[in-house]
């Protein structure tokens, strides 16, 4: 992102991003014309239905979760000067590092210990399992850049079906239960992350049917200590200088394929929370394609919220707003299906990236005459 001196900060920060997605939601609605339905009542399904209902907010924060992570994902390999298009890979992987220590390791702990004990530490051991092994598949594409000079984008792409290709023969061959006709794992019954519902039912409230779990506050918790991480701690600044420049970044003392490694492994490692959310969450098991594209969304959220904590945070909560929307959108309306959904992502990707500075020129003249 570049910095515009000439632009007062709540015009750069906030009136551009604002126009730019104006603007992608009108063209929304013109592909809605085409195929020749009404947009404003699309749009206003959309936009508006899951705004106005506790079910609707609850699923937005659900979807909101994955895309903080992978956001987060993308945006510390960002500030390094790398573009992690692995995140897919990284989350998928990371589902053996949730879904392992939850089968085996939980029933151990949950015939010695009582569950007030067992569940939360087979629980943090699973976090952290997600984040080891999400960090080791990002590890090695930044090796490969490191020390290889392998392409980051070519590497993490490649890897991405890797792990597909791996994930498949894991939860086909060893994951499976003996004559179970679904490719997927058991349930983890002794590692169990209890959704809204069913914490609400503890304290005798009736709440929505919805898959939103507390990992809500480990993912807004993840964008605060990757805020303090890149703008208060040492690593953070040479991750920042590797990224804004290498040579200079050499000169005064910082390797950059030490800095590429490690942020490549915590890149990695905050993709892989994604599978600790969905494994011991809403899924409750190890299934196939459980990440759901939220790896690729992640680019997207990345690239609206600037690569900063805070605007990943709302980026994500409008990628999950259009993700709940998107849902509703294709039950009321048949003749559009949730693939409209991905070409409103695109539209916004297109005029919050590509297209950023559209409207920097004409703003940049109004503001000169302001003044």
Known sequence: MSTRSDLPAWVDI????????????IMAGLVVLIIGENPIKALTILLGEPLF???????????????????????????????????????????????????????ALASILPNTLSQPITLLICLVGSFIVGGLWGLFPGYLQAKRGSHIVITTIMLNFIAASLMQYMINRVFRPTGNQAVESRAINDAYIWNLREIGNIFGAKLPSTPLTPVIFIALLAAFAV?????????????????????????????????????????????????????????HKLLLEYVQGAGFVGIAVALMGRSHPVGIVLAALLFGLLSEGGTQLSFEIQSISKDLVVVIQGLVVLFMGALEQAFHPLLQKFFRQES
């Open 227 to 283: 805020w303090y991480l890149l703008w208060r701690t040492k690593l953070g600044y040479e991750i920042r200088t590797v990224g804004a420049n290498q040579e200079a970044a050499i000169y005064a003392g910082i390797s950059p394929p030490r800095i590429i490694m490690i942020t490549m492994m915590i890149s990695g490692g905050l993709a892989g929370l994604l599978a600790f959310h969905e494994v011991l969450g809403p899924q």
């Open 14 to 25: 906030g009136l551009i991003p604002a126009l730019n997605l104006v603007i992608a939601f």
């Open 53 to 107: 209902s506790l079910q609707g907010w609850c699923n937005i924060l659900y979807y909101a979760t994955n895309f903080i992570f992978t956001g987060l994902c993308v945006s510390v390999a960002f500030h390094a000067g790398l573009f992690n298009i692995g995140g897919e890979g990284q989350a998928y992987v990371a589902g053996l590092g949730a879904a392992t220590p939850g089968l085996i390791l939980g029933g």
